[in-house]
């Protein structure tokens, strides 16, 4: 055994030593498992369907217990002696596994019938949780095998994994996705060697010297390549297509943007709402801009005459422009342009574009600027890179026309798909703002898609107007409504549409009603409602009801107008229907208005039996039922801090991104503030001992703040909702670093407690945060989907109440006198640097 070396009135043998390489090396692999566990969001956005991105969260915490529990059932290999060459060995596996895996997705094309993607989800969870499983294993051995430096080092993965979540935004400015998980593997591969390093393991140290200067060189010849348009690591299939390399592409942390097509080539006219009475034959030179690679806009060729742009007349989208000429347009979403083309061909006053992607304007104005005609350089047209509502909540100015055509949530945020894709421009909050920006006799104008079949989306959109109008006031809603349709046959035969829905701050007039009506029968459209007509009841009782859910429940569909604490537009799905997995529509397809919420179903069934089968049973199987018995109170305790944490950090994920107005902006204060916090709140328990009242007055504290945060941060939205952005961003992390200080204290505090009594068990304690953490992403989804975000918060408060009550319990067991053990009691002086 290893001489002892005195600290203070401690001895820590040489082998359990921890000095600052440890430590920079715990603090590079927490930081890569963040940023990949990101950048699979971006991945699976691209090459599946966009609602399964938010599972990241869910398999990074899955693999990370797996991890955990490995070193539970095997202490003799990464205990002692043995515990630093483990770490390091973890680590290169870890930057290994972390770019096969997702070279495998980019590769590999996704199954699209439900009957093979459901395996292919099992398989692709599994496939890259293998990274998050060597990074767990490598994190718990820091944990549980050095515990008198557990404070600082669990204070160091929350500041590591804070800062890569800051990273990566960064990175994806400089080069593409696929190269940026090269960096996540450099990254990993550093960390071994600092863990080789410490432990004086020079096989180890000069693999992983290799292979960091191996994945350096293929990041920096890629990242080359990538600005040249000819990088070697792409996407070659998209969702169930093959992919081929576009004419340009670039990523960031919330999108991936690719156009394709042929600058010199006239084809048929791209459009979702062109008339059928407009002549076929006729062609125009465009491009498509895909966002991820369901999301899609148009750029159009454009060289300042209106000559061939006359399609756009016959486009139900721009209805709108024919009752009010000559007007100020608000246009949300600028995409590739074709809006703004549309307000200047029927020669409106000024237009002015808000897009959020500066990727998107950067491409229409910049990139192809030539093609599309400059638009940013005409004197009637202000292009805005904003989030529309947040910027709109913030100017004064008052608009004749607000429009918004197919703005949806199709492409995942970084935080992920249904964790932060919920859309704040859907809401009856963000209707009342849109209101109150029109002039007098403004109208809001919004298109969406039109199923026959079924059209949820039209009916929402009913609802929605309906109690937004209410909601100011306005007695009889159907007389400030309008909504007309265009049906046409998609390439395959089947018969889909466009809707189009007028909402006006005064009733639309006798005249107004007539000139809809002869657009729509020169156009061949369909006034489906209007205050003279309704052609499916449902729309008729949608803009009349008060009792929303009694028109929907025999359409099998939630129709609830969606508000900012469920602002969940397009998720369709009645929690009842949430576990039919397998109800196919007569296409053999999940319907798409329900493809979302069974996700969400089927994910959580699936985390659910993984965590039960492949966590909690060989945890059960493998300890013996006495100890179990007597550490009931401590996993009460850590599955409790575990599921709370989830619970919590991402219902503010989520309640931010109204509020930031930008979901990069939420995932980075978010995940940075409570981390960052976090970090120092486990920093400032290292001199707390397991017995005394500190650590039951510091979760006490705990309680009050969660408590306060959840009264007052509505308020605070509220009330700083129109302020500037730095300001806002100022406020969010005020009103999250206290929250994340007293949460980051919970786990130190009852890892000191329960190894006081458990030493051993140590890794078992993980295993159970781990687990709970798993199905707690899932589980805060799903809440927040079904309920309320407000109640996914409080779901988390009365978790960490549980966890108070389990930890007063757990310390009425101590014994009596204190072991001579005290190896979870850290003092000052016991860093060794």
Not at 327 to 354: E, H, K, N, T
Request: charge should be neutral; charged fraction near 15%.
């Amino acid at each position: 055994m290893a001489h002892g070396v005195p600290r203070g009135n401690k001895q820590v043998s040489e082998e359990m030593r921890v000095t600052s390489l440890t430590f920079a090396g715990v603090f590079l692999i927490t930081l890569a498992t963040l940023m990949d566990e990101i950048l699979i969001t971006r991945i699976f956005s691209v090459t599946m369907w966009y609602h399964f991105a938010f599972v990241a969260i869910s398999l990074a915490m899955f693999g990370m217990t797996m991890g955990g529990l490995r070193v539970y059932q095997h202490p003799n290999i990464y205990g002692g002696a043995g515990a630093k060459r483990q770490m390091a060995g973890c680590a290169l596996w870890f930057g290994v596994s972390a770019v096969a895996s997702v070279l495998a997705q980019l590769f590999v094309p996704f199954a699209s019938h439900p009957m093979f993607a459901m395996p292919w989800i099992v398989l692709s969870y599994v496939l890259f949780s293998i990274p998050f499983y060597f990074s767990g294993a490598c994190v718990c051995v820091a944990l549980t095998k050095f515990p008198e430096f557990v404070s600082r080092l669990y204070a160091i993965d929350l500041v590591g994994a804070a800062s890569g979540c800051i990273l990566l935004i960064y990175v994806l400015k400089i080069t593409d996705a696929p190269t940026a998980v090269v960096v996540v593997g450099l990254l990993g591969s550093l960390a071994a060697a600092l863990f080789a390093a410490d432990g004086a393991l020079i096989d180890l140290r000069r693999t992983a010297t290799l292979l960091s200067a191996t994945f350096a060189t293929i990041v920096i010849v890629n990242t080359a390549l990538a600005q040249k348009q000819s990088s070697l690591l792409r996407v070659t299939w998209a969702k169930y297509s093959a992919e081929p390399r576009p004419l340009y592409e670039k990523w960031n942390s919330f999108s991936r943007i690719a156009v394709d097509g042929d600058p010199e080539l006239a084809t048929s006219v791209i459009t979702e709402g062109i008339s059928l009475t407009y002549p076929k034959d006729r062609k125009i030179r465009q491009l498509r801009l895909r966002i991820d690679a369901d999301a899609e806009t148009t750029l159009t060729a454009f060289n300042g005459g209106f000559d061939k742009l006359d399609y756009l007349r016959y486009d139900i989208k721009n209805i709108v422009h024919y009752l009010r000429p000559n007007s100020s347009v608000l246009i949300i979403g600028a995409g590739g342009g074709r809006d703004v083309l549309s307000a200047l061909l029927f020669q409106q006053r000024a237009v002015r574009a808000v897009e959020i992607n500066q990727n998107i304007l950067d491409t229409v104005n910049k990139i192809f600027g030539d093609f599309t005609g400059h638009l940013d350089r005409n004197p009637k047209v202000t292009f805005v890179n904003d989030e529309a509502r947040s910027y709109i909540s913030r100017t004064d100015k008052r608009f004749d026309i607000i429009e918004a055509s197919f703005i949806d949530t199709w492409a995942a945020t970084a935080g992920g798909a249904l964790t932060l894709t919920e859309n704040s421009l859907y809401t009856i909050d963000a209707w009342k703002l849109f209101l109150d920006r029109l002039t007098p006799n403004g109208v809001l104008s919004f298109s969406r898609w039109y199923f026959p079949e079924l059209p949820a989306e039209a009916y929402r959109l009913t609802s929605l107007a309906a109690a937004a109008l209410r909601a100011e006031d306005v007695t009889d809603p159907r007389a400030h409504m309008l909504l007309v349709r265009n049906l046409r046959l998609d390439p395959n035969g089947k018969l889909i549409g466009a809707v189009t829905i007028l909402i006006s701050k005064e009733p639309f007039s006798p005249t107004e009603l007539d000139q809809v009506d002869a657009v729509s029968k020169q156009m061949r459209f369909d006034v489906i409602l209007s205050p003279r007509v309704a052609l499916d009841p449902v729309f008729a009782e949608l803009s009349t009801t008060l009792d929303v859910a009694a028109v929907a429940r025999p359409l099998h569909v939630n129709l609830s107008p969606p508000t900012d604490d469920s602002p969940f537009f397009f998720n369709l799905t009645p929690m009842r229907e949430s576990f039919h997995l397998f109800t196919l529509d007569a296409n053999g397809r999940v319907a798409p208005h329900l493809q979302a919420g069974r996700v969400v179903g089927f994910l959580l069934l699936l985390v659910t039996f993984l965590t039960f089968y492949c966590i909690l049973l060989p945890l059960l199987r493998t300890t013996r039922k006495e100890t179990l018995r007597s550490a009931v109170p401590h996993l009460l305790f850590f599955a409790a801090i575990g599921l709370g944490f989830m619970l919590i950090e991402i219902s503010q994920m989520q309640r931010l991104i109204v509020f930031l107005g930008h979901p990069t902006y939420a995932l980075s204060v978010v995940l940075f503030a409570l981390l960052l916090s976090s970090g120092l709140g486990s920093y400032t328990t290292r001199s707390i001992a397991e017995r005394g009242n500190d650590a039951k007055v510091r979760l006490s504290i705990l309680l009050l703040v969660l408590l306060a945060f959840g009264v007052m941060t509505p308020r605070a939205i509220t009330v700083f909702g129109s302020s500037t952005i730095a300001f806002r961003i100022l406020v969010a992390t005020g009103i999250l670093f206290p929250l994340g200080l007293f949460m980051g204290m919970a786990f130190p505090l009852g890892l000191k407690l329960s190894t006081s009594r458990l030493d051993d068990l140590a890794p078992l304690f993980w295993g159970m945060n781990g687990a709970t953490s798993v199905c707690g992403s899932v589980l805060a989804v799903s809440i927040a989907m079904n309920t309320g975000i407000s109640n996914s918060f409080w779901t988390g408060f009365w978790c960490y109440a549980v966890a108070f009550g389990s930890y007063l319990w757990a310390a009425q067991e101590l014994p009596a006198v204190p072991q001579t053990n005290n190896r979870a009691t850290v003092t000052t002086d016991s860093l060794v640097l």
